[in-house]
């Protein structure tokens, strides 16, 4: 009996050191830096950028200027919409992630996909670094 007693032993070790290589494999791509220019340009430059620039409806109705990272970070006549390190705070964030009342980033247009959204709140979390 003790061999067998043993062995669930060592299987149970086994399975646990398992999960903890999982979770941390998880966890480090959690942690991976997000890049401002590689990462977040591309899809503001995709699916934001025809409004945010002078001449466009959402910088004529907000002053949110999205053609480089100063005028992101300067954020619109109402105030900053960056809070490095506080996404939940951020109303970039608010906007895209649709929490706002009655109003989504882009507007009037298909959202983002929860992937770019996860990019936007990692790098927002992360300090939102001109990286």
């Known amino acids: 009996m003790p061999n067998i007693h043993h062995l669930a032993l060592s299987l149970c070790g086994a399975a646990v050191a398992t999960m903890l290589q999982a979770a941390a494999g998880s966890t480090s791509a959690m942690a991976e830096e997000i890049s401002f220019k590689d990462d977040i ?3 503001i430059k995709g699916r934001c950028i025809d409004c945010h620039v002078p001449g466009g409806k959402g910088y004529e109705k907000s002053g949110l200027d999205l053609r480089n990272y ?3 970070m300067k954020g619109t006549n109402f105030g900053p919409v960056v809070v490095p390190g506080d996404a939940f705070m951020s109303n970039l964030n608010v ?3 649709g929490r706002a009342k009655n109003i989504r980033m882009p507007h009037q247009l298909k959202r983002l996909t929860s992937c770019d959204i996860d990019l936007f709140r990692r ?3 992360q300090g939102a670094k001109n990286n």
């Open 123 to 125: 790098w927002v979390n």
């Open 95 to 97: 906007m895209i992630e």
């Open 70 to 72: 100063e005028g992101l």
């Open 41 to 43: 340009v591309p899809i």
